[in-house]
């Protein structure tokens, strides 16, 4: 019996320090992250539409988007973020599209824990470039072969599910952003 | 001064002991992410040795290697979120490694042979010794695949213009291949 109490005690002083010191950690270091986070997105932004001038963040009821404007002021496109589940976890991605919702400009992978050499390879340049000027009408569509139509990519060999997930995650969130224009 | 020396050469913990494979292999594709693993678990192995080599007398033998995780992951989290506050850039380039070192062998590993069993003086000389002995290691590995496959290190370029990149050597197959030849090469100096 003493000897399961000393165990018992044990653990849970351990765990509290390391709890304790993990949350102090956390909070100096929370703000530096999200403020890195945001300079990922206007990086982002900046690279895949070197057109905008002005960006002006807008509210869609929960989630966020960017008007793009270029030098005369007119409106060019919107960036957005779209995120959901990947192979082994949460893909976070920017992509910029057009102003009539139909044409990607291209994406950017802000967040993602897929399996290096596989999954993780959708960050790679010959991936994203696929993206490219894509058609999203009626919607992405991804091949295992060469491409045939404008709205289709080729899906990386060994990660198709890592691929899908890109292409589902993109859709749904173009669909919902139709609904708000 | 024999357990800070053993971890560079004579046990080293990559070409000896072949622990912690998994780091080794992966994030080896350049000289920059060798040095920041290496670093990293230098950072964890000091300071994992030194708090279970402080509690070893206090903590009951049943839960040791849970102890030991639970500040092994500590340390790991308090590495990855500095990373992620000071160096986005290496963060996202190292990827779901930083948390991996929670399960590096080379740390529970010695946390259990040396650190539980040694003096707090001793043990921090085993994981100093251990973690440069890793961190050279990964950093040799890292550059000869730069080096071969992309004909740069550490980002400048030193292979002459119109060099076949290598691209075998950025790949998985590339790691086993050097290391294969590594550990060789180390045999082959051990029998002198």
């Known amino acids: 019996m003493k000897e399961v109490i000393k165990i018992i005690s044990v653990l849970t002083i351990v765990c509290l ?11 100096g270091a929370s703000e530096k992250i999200e403020s890195n986070t945001k300079k990922a997105i206007s990086d982002a ?13 807008i509210k ?3 989630k966020i988007a960017y008007k793009l404007f270029d030098k005369t002021g007119n409106l060019t496109g919107y960036a957005f973020i779209a995120e959901g589940q990947g192979y ?5 991605m920017l992509a910029v599209i057009d102003i009539n919702l139909e044409i990607l400009e291209g994406i950017e992978i802000i967040e993602s824990i897929e399996t290096p050499g596989l999954g993780a390879r959708i960050q790679e340049e010959f991936f994203r470039k696929q993206f490219q000027s894509l058609s999203v009408l009626p919607q992405i569509t991804y091949t295992k072969d060469i491409p045939e139509n404008s709205n289709q990519i080729k ?13 589902n995650i993109l859709n749904k969130r173009i669909k919902e952003l139709s609904t708000h224009f | 001064m024999k357990d800070f020396l053993k971890g560079l050469w004579g046990q080293h913990p990559v070409f000896r002991q072949l622990l ?3 780091p080794t292999l ?12 290496g670093l990293a678990v230098i950072f964890v192995l000091f300071f994992s040795s030194l708090v279970v080599s402080l509690i070893k007398k206090i903590v009951p033998n049943q839960v040791r290697i849970a102890v030991y995780t ?6 790991v989290t308090i590495v990855d979120i500095f990373f992620k506050a000071n160096f986005p850039q290496i963060s996202r380039a190292l990827g779901p490694y930083i948390p991996l070192i929670v399960v590096n062998c080379i740390i529970l590993g010695r946390c259990e042979a040396f650190a539980s069993r040694c003096s707090v003086a001793k043990s921090l000389l085993d994981a100093l010794g251990m973690g440069l002995g890793f961190t050279w290691g990964v950093f040799l590995l890292g550059s000869i695949r730069e080096v071969l496959g992309m004909g740069t290190i550490l980002g400048f370029q030193i292979m002459p213009q119109g060099y076949n990149h290598l691209i075998i050597m950025i790949l998985p197959a590339g790691a086993f291949i050097v290391l294969g030849l590594l550990i060789a090469l180390m045999n082959r100096i051990e029998e002198r």
């Open chain 1, 60 to 62: 869609l009821g929960e």
């Open chain 1, 17 to 27: 320090v390391c709890g304790f010191l993990l949350s102090f950690v956390y909070s």
């Open chain 1, 45 to 57: 932004i900046a690279n895949l539409a070197p057109f905008a001038e002005n960006i002006e963040e």
């Open chain 2, 26 to 37: 992966a994030v080896t594709t350049s000289a920059l992410n060798g040095i920041s693993m």
């Open chain 1, 155 to 167: 899906a990386i060999t060994g990660a198709t599910v890592s691929s899908k997930a890109v292409v």
């Open chain 2, 70 to 75: 639970v500040i092994i992951a500590t340390f």
């Open chain 2, 20 to 22: 912690g494979m998994c």
């Open chain 1, 88 to 92: 082994q976890g949460k893909i976070k």
